[in-house]
């Protein structure tokens, strides 16, 4: 169903049972984990994925186990259940930046509904950090060209603009074509815009 992993931390162990089984009758791939500890001394960036974590855990509670992964650059989709919601707790969770807070029993069609959410806000931002480390391949005079060209410049006027011959705008677009890995003016555009260049 996704090329991600759901990770599960719940310190209550019939929880996270049921709610692997559950999700592997989606087709969800589960990792669990019975304390947040476990789960930040095994987490591997290069293995990102949605987050499901319990609010109250005894030592470091789900909202903690969040912004230490935050202070760690990790900023995966996150998921809050919770056996005891109130109203300031979903408030802190949210402002917190998690993405959805599910109160225990959770119902299986909204936890799934919710990670697939999780998944295509990792797809985006994954995109993104894809296009940013393209996008830092380019000099800064390649950078001014792509630019032009996303404005809809010719080459003549880029060149006239730069003062510089269209031959040597040609060869930056090569290079530009080259570090981006497209020769697309349409996808190079795509990639400097989700970059936020």
Do not use: N
Not at 97 to 124: H, M, N, R, Y
């Amino acid at each position: 169903m996704s090329r991600y992993q759901v990770y599960l931390i719940d310190d209550d162990e019939a929880v996270r049972e049921a709610l692997a089984f559950l999700l592997g009758t989606y087709g969800i791939s589960v990792e669990t984990f019975g304390e947040p500890q476990t789960f930040l001394a095994h987490v591997d960036e290069a293995k990102p994925g949605v987050l499901v974590v319990d609010l109250r855990m005894p030592e470091v509670s789900g909202l903690q186990l969040y912004q230490r992964l935050a202070e760690r650059g990790i900023d995966w989709p996150t998921v809050m259940i919770t056996g005891h919601g109130d109203v300031a707790a979903c408030r802190r969770a949210f402002k917190a930046g998690i993405q959805d807070f599910l109160t225990k029993p959770v119902d299986g069609e909204v936890l799934v509904e919710a990670l697939q959410q999780g998944f295509s806000s990792l797809d985006a931002r994954l995109e993104k950090r894809e296009a940013r480390a393209l996008l830092a391949k380019l000099t800064e005079r390649e950078r001014e060209v792509l630019d032009m060209v996303a404005r809809g410049w010719a080459s003549k006027e880029i060149a006239a603009a730069l003062e510089v011959s269209a031959r040597t705008i040609d060869a930056h677009r090569a290079k530009i074509a080259e570090k981006l890995g497209t020769s697309s003016v349409a996808e190079q555009v795509r990639l400097a815009l989700l970059s936020g260049a």
